[in-house]
């Protein structure tokens, strides 16, 4: 068996094989609600049918200011646990697992209402410029990831993810390019891994499940974090009791990226060796042999899959071929995968 298709334990969570639905924003409460609606079901549940491993949804705000869009997927009041749990259900009946990405946009909510962010400074010129955060803030939200993932606990979700990356709130304090506070959550990396490490803490509190955390590993600026506070930020969260760290980049600033096959899979290695902690690989991951030599060579332990997946529900089974693996199909579709 190629290891791409081998299970992998985490907590009890079996998953089938190593290929991961990436969370991908898809914009679609058009009711501003954020709930769950037949777009996500058939999105979601047409990957399940083609044999990926787990399924992550996409980022669901733990806050309503915490959105990026009015169209964001909600995880911030209990109305949404019963389209959450309907949707679990389908995807587990075909033999995947479930995630759920928790997550705050910060600074980069483009919302009518207020946002906020750990220091009032604005994304780009077009964008808002955020309210800064008191103390009775950042309790607030801390409380609300907690919250989120006890709803998450009730819609049968299998795996949590915390999502720390792509300069939305928690990874707007954790970089000295967004954080100039001057109080316990700011002015070095211990303050500002702070509001994270508590927010862990909480979700762990009420939750025993395999919990991962999405962080950006490089964020492409001189005066940002540099690969030692990455690794300190990753170290922390491995004594933290983190399964695993998805491991993407950019986002915290403007920037110009030239990304190519396997940019991001660098640090990832870098992270799994010297945290000690499992990685997910994510990036421009296209092919079954690429994947196939990543988990191989021990580089990451998950194939988060994002853009090739939409391309292709049935990437799993493009892999399959290539690699020459034989790859179980749903009884209904035997004909055609046999």
């Known amino acids: 068996m190629t290891k791409l298709f081998s299970p992998i334990d985490f907590k009890g969570i079996k998953l089938k094989n ?5 969370s991908m924003c898809m914009y679609s409460c058009m009711e501003q609600d954020g709930k769950i609606t037949p777009f996500h079901e058939t999105h979601y549940i047409s990957r399940a049918v083609g044999q990926v491993g787990l399924i992550l ?26 389209g959450l749990k309907r949707l679990n259900e389908q995807i587990h ?6 995630g759920v990405q928790l997550a705050h946009a910060g600074r980069k909510a483009r919302l009518d209402s207020a946002i906020y962010a750990p220091t009032a400074l604005a994304f780009n010129e077009s964008s808002k410029t955020p309210t800064e955060m008191t103390t009775e803030d950042i309790e607030e939200a801390i409380d609300a990831f907690k919250d989120g993932a006890k709803r998450a606990k009730e819609a049968d979700f299998d795996i ?27 002015g070095n990396p211990e303050n ?15 939750w025993n499940g395999p919990l991962f955390v999405r962080i950006s590993t490089d964020e492409y600026n001189e005066q940002g974090n540099t690969l030692e506070n990455i690794l300190y930020f ?9 399964d695993l760290i998805d491991c993407s980049s950019g986002g915290v600033v403007p920037a110009s990226i030239s990304p190519y096959p396997g940019y991001q899979i660098k640090r990832c290695e870098t992270i799994r060796r010297e945290a000690s902690v499992a990685t997910g690989a994510v990036g421009l991951i296209t092919s079954g042999i690429q994947a196939e030599e990543i988990v191989q060579n021990d580089r990451a332990d998950l194939i988060f899959v994002a853009r090739a997946l ?9 892999a399959a ?18």
């Open 18 to 22: 190593r290929i991961t639905m990436s």
């Open 57 to 82: 949804t996409e980022a669901a705000a733990v806050q309503p200011e915490g959105r990026i869009s009015h169209e964001d997927l909600g995880i911030w009041h209990d109305d949404h646990i019963e």
């Open 93 to 98: 009946s075909y033999g995947s697992a479930t």
């Open 160 to 186: 949590i993810e915390i999502h720390a990356a792509h300069g939305y709130l928690i990874n707007q304090f954790l970089s000295p390019l967004t954080n100039k506070r001057e109080d316990e959550y700011g």
């Open 192 to 206: 500002c891994y702070r509001f994270l490490s508590r927010i862990i803490d909480r979700i762990k509190s009420i």
């Open 234 to 242: 990753s170290k922390q969260m491995k004594q933290q009791g983190i």
């Open 310 to 318: 939409l391309r292709n529900p049935y990437w799993a089974k493009t």
């Open 321 to 338: 071929d290539e690699l020459g693996h034989s790859l179980e199909p749903i009884k209904q579709y035997e004909r055609g995968w046999n």
